[in-house]
């Protein structure tokens, strides 16, 4: 299909929950900036709803009082570090992702990677894991609003020269359909990743638009 042809000419991703199962690496972080603290150890799935939202959000949930404890500075510079280190020991791209990037990128796509991960992080992970199959990769940093504010999405937009309605945002959350419909570009959720089919739904997912599997997510664009 030409570029003419086809809907869109860039897929902006999401990272942690669309790209990255990061899930396990964020929970043994958290734990580990927590327990050296003194207070108690979250679940997998308690770290699951947490994130999403950046690492001051999930700090203050783990953190007993949230900004109001005193050790919460010291447990968000603790998960920093220890992610720092470990943000790669068990992380790794969902079934399916490096093949769908290969084919964006053969297919004359521009792809870019938008996450409430620090800066550093994305721009590491994206390195490692997906090299020249990513034409950008931006972060949580100064000067940017975090999603679901627009401004990562338009900063993305045009470092890779497409016009929003020219790109589609693919994500996992609510914040990801939230920060779509700020960025005035067309939303693809997907179910894979940290949150359900049934709660993007509640959070206004197109159900005919939510993909399963990369497959489904493919056929999408390809419509």
């Keep these: 299909m030409s ?10 991703f999401d990272l942690d929950g ?3 199962d990061t899930l396990s690496d964020l929970t043994s972080s958290a734990n580990a900036a927590v327990i050296k603290y003194g207070f ?10 947490f994130v999403g939202n950046g690492i001051g959000r999930l700090i203050q949930q783990i953190v007993p009082g949230g900004e109001e404890n005193p050790e919460f500075e010291n447990v968000y510079n603790g998960f920093r ?4 280190a470990h943000c790669m020991d068990e992380t790794e791209p969902y079934p399916g992702v490096m093949s769908l990037l290969d084919w964006l990128r053969k297919e004359g796509y521009k792809t870019a990677i938008v996450s409430n991960k620090p800066d550093f992080a994305v721009k590491k992970l994206k390195d490692v894991y997906f090299g020249e199959l990513a034409d950008v990769a931006i972060g949580d940093r100064e000067g940017c609003r975090r999603k679901p504010a627009p401004d990562s999405v338009w900063q993305a937009l045009k470092e ?22 700020n960025a005035e570009m067309d939303c693809i959720p997907v179910s894979w990743g940290f949150r359900s089919r049934e709660f993007l739904i509640e959070h206004g997912a197109d159900p005919s638009c939510i993909a399963a599997n990369v497959r489904e997510l493919k056929s999408i664009l390809e419509k």
């Design 3 to 12: 570029s003419r042809e086809r809907r869109y000419d860039a897929v902006i």
């Design 18 to 20: 669309t790209l990255l």
């Design 40 to 49: 108690a150890e979250h679940s997998r799935d308690e770290i699951r709803s």
């Design 81 to 84: 570090e220890y992610y720092n």
């Design 160 to 181: 890779i020269g497409v016009e929003r309605d020219r790109a589609v945002y693919v994500g996992d959350s609510d914040v990801d359909i939230m920060t779509a419909r």
